[in-house]
């Protein structure tokens, strides 16, 4: 395919370098420049993750019919906390409802039989998306996002156990030079990786050096590299239908808009600058 690193939006690359055990370190690294964003409870320090043990990716619903709920990765910290990682590629019209469905099902999991005094470890449930939120408010310049449960009237805090961080990736536009953060080079490499063609000289902490040589398609077997291939097809085929879906939606609007122009009397000229449709489109309304 002439790539010379995997791409981490497919199901192949993505679990190629956070879903297995040898790469864990990766995940981690990956994890707590992440969390680093957010910031603690008054007078703590921010949460690192040490360690973590990956768990069975598919969790049974509370019936035996009951709906299951798969994740990219689903692991828990040293300390007992859960995390959820995601790599969503195509908009869903109730996003943050599956967000919330997913995370309540290691919160279940944790009630136990007899006395019991309902504490809970903290989930984490972190979407790492390839497409931006639309009518959520957000500039074009944010896209980290952490949400927690908070009084509306002042904004305190009410329950940090329960946490969701969206990564809208398309919003991301640092160039190398402006790497600065942990957090900003894992966001570049995320968004970067299968169009590099060497590791950035950005890039020198010990885990990106790993990263990189974990990525290198040629280290594949033939095996691998036909399953990756097939991913990256999959892939490319649920974009563009996707962006056709988009662009399609985005030229429905434009002739709605165009209509309403000309039903004011603009002219066809004006129209065309307005909408960027052509004056035979526009005539032809």
């Known amino acids: 395919m002439g790539d010379k690193y995997i791409n ?13 055990k040898p790469n ?30 990956y768990l069975d990716k598919e ?3 509370m019936r035996e019919d009951g709906r299951r709920a798969i994740f990219d990765v689903f692991c828990k910290t040293s300390t007992g906390d859960h995390l959820i990682v995601e790599m969503q590629n195509v908009a869903q019209p109730f996003y943050k409802d599956r967000s919330v469905y997913y995370a309540s099902f290691p919160i279940v999991e944790q009630g ?12 984490y449930t972190v979407g790492i998306l390839n497409f931006v939120l639309r009518d959520e408010g ?16 002042d904004n305190h805090v009410f329950f940090d156990k329960l946490r969701f961080i969206y990564l809208e990736m398309p919003k991301f536009k640092k160039t190398e030079d402006e790497l600065v953060t942990m957090f ?3 966001m570049f490499v995320l968004k970067n990786l299968p169009r590099l063609f060497e590791r950035p000289a950005a890039l020198q902490e010990r885990v990106f050096k790993k990263l990189f040589e ?22 490319r085929d649920l974009k563009n239908s996707f962006d056709l879906a988009v662009a ?36 032809e309304l």
């Not at 981490?8 to 297995?20: I, M, R």
């Not at 136990?112 to 989930?123: F, I, S």
């Not at 957000?138 to 009237?153: A, F, G, K, P, W």
């Not at 974990?214 to 892939?235: C, G, H, L, N, P």
């Open 138 to 153: 957000y500039s074009d310049d944010d896209y980290c996002h952490n949400v927690m449960l908070t009084d509306i009237e």
């Open 112 to 123: 136990k039989r007899g006395d019991w005094d309902y504490k809970l470890q903290a989930v």
């Open 24 to 53: 864990k370190d990766l995940l981690i690294s990956f994890l707590n420049a992440l969390l680093e964003t957010a910031p603690p409870k008054l007078g703590e320090e921010p949460k690192e993750i040490v360690d973590i043990t």
């Open 214 to 235: 974990q990525a290198e398609i040629a280290r594949f077997t033939k095996e691998q590299r036909i399953s990756y291939e097939y991913d990256v097809m999959t892939y």
């Open 248 to 283: 399609q939606g985005e030229a429905k609007e434009q002739v709605k808009i165009a209509k309403n122009l000309k039903a004011m009397g603009m002219s066809n000229d004006q129209i065309a600058q307005a909408t960027g449709l052509t004056e035979k489109q526009i005539s």
């Open 59 to 61: 969790q049974l619903g």
């Open 184 to 186: 900003d080079k894992w």
């Open 8 to 20: 981490p939006y497919t199901d192949f690359g993505f679990k190629t370098l956070f879903g297995s």
